[in-house]
C-alpha cells in the first residue's frame, strides 16, 4: 500500500522545453555560439540547468572540457532570460492537474525536480499544479537527482519507508534515483529521455489511477 506519490516536474508534468531552449539559444547567440533546434535540446533536458547549459556550449550530451569563464557568461545570461519567460511556452501535460487533485486527498504528493528551486512556485502557480506537500529544487539540498538523497529525504519528512512511496518520472536520472532508494516507479512515455529503462511505462498521467 503506498502513502505517497513522488513527481519529477519537468517531462513528467510539464513541457517546459520551448523555454528552456529560448533561454539556452539565447545564451548561446549572445555569446555568438551556435544555436540549436528544440528536438535536440529537448534531449538535453533532464539533469538540471547546469548540465543543460555545458551541453549547449559543447553541443552534445556527453560533456567535458567547459571553459570556466564562458560557463558562468552563459549561465548568467541564461538564468536571467529563463527567469522573465518561464511559462511563455511551458504547458502542463494532458492530465497533469487533473491527477494531482485526484491523489491530492489519498496521498502524500512531493515534487523533486532537478530545476533551481527558484523557478518552480512561480511554475507551479501559473499552471495550476501547487498540489504538493513538499517540494524540492535540485539545489534544496547537497544533492540531487540520479543521486537518491532527495526521494530519502521525502520519505523522511512524510514518516515513510521507500517501498510505501511511488516515483513517476521521465528520465534515466529519476530512474537511477528511485532504484538507489529502493524505491517503485514509472516512466510517463511522453518525456524527453527514451533510453530503455526497466520500468514500468504510462502513456497517460491518467493511468496513475490504475496503479496507486
Not at 13 to 36: C, F, G, K, Q, V
Not at 134 to 162: A, N, W, Y
Request: hydrophobic share 40%; with cysteine.
Amino acid at each position: 500500500m503506498k502513502k505517497a506519490v513522488l513527481f519529477d516536474l519537468d517531462g513528467t508534468l510539464i513541457d517546459s522545453a520551448p523555454d528552456l531552449a529560448a533561454s539556452l539559444n539565447y545564451a548561446l547567440s549572445s555569446l555568438r555560439l551556435p544555436t540549436y533546434d528544440l528536438q535536440t535540446i529537448r534531449g538535453w533536458i533532464g539533469g538540471g540547468a547546469t548540465l543543460l547549459l555545458q551541453r549547449g556550449l559543447t553541443g552534445q550530451k556527453e560533456t567535458s572540457g567547459v571553459d570556466p569563464k564562458l560557463f558562468e557568461k552563459a549561465k548568467e545570461l541564461f538564468f536571467a532570460h529563463y527567469r522573465a519567460n518561464l511559462c511563455n511556452q511551458t504547458k502542463a501535460y494532458p492530465y497533469a492537474k487533473e491527477i494531482l487533485e485526484y491523489l491530492r486527498p489519498r496521498y502524500a504528493l512531493a515534487l523533486v525536480t532537478n530545476k533551481p528551486y527558484a523557478f518552480v512556485p512561480p511554475i507551479l502557480r501559473k499552471l495550476g499544479l501547487e498540489h504538493f506537500d513538499l517540494v524540492l529544487g535540485g539545489d534544496s539540498l547537497e544533492e540531487k537527482k540520479p543521486s537518491p538523497k532527495p526521494l530519502l529525504h521525502v520519505c523522511e519528512r512524510f514518516e515513510i519507508t521507500p517501498k510505501e512511496a511511488l516515483m513517476v518520472g521521465d528520465s534515466i536520472n529519476d530512474y537511477l534515483a528511485a532504484k538507489a532508494a529502493g524505491m517503485d516507479m514509472v516512466l510517463v512515455e511522453h518525456g524527453y529521455e527514451t533510453q530503455e529503462l526497466k520500468a514500468p511505462r504510462i502513456a497517460s498521467l491518467a493511468k496513475l489511477k490504475e496503479i496507486v
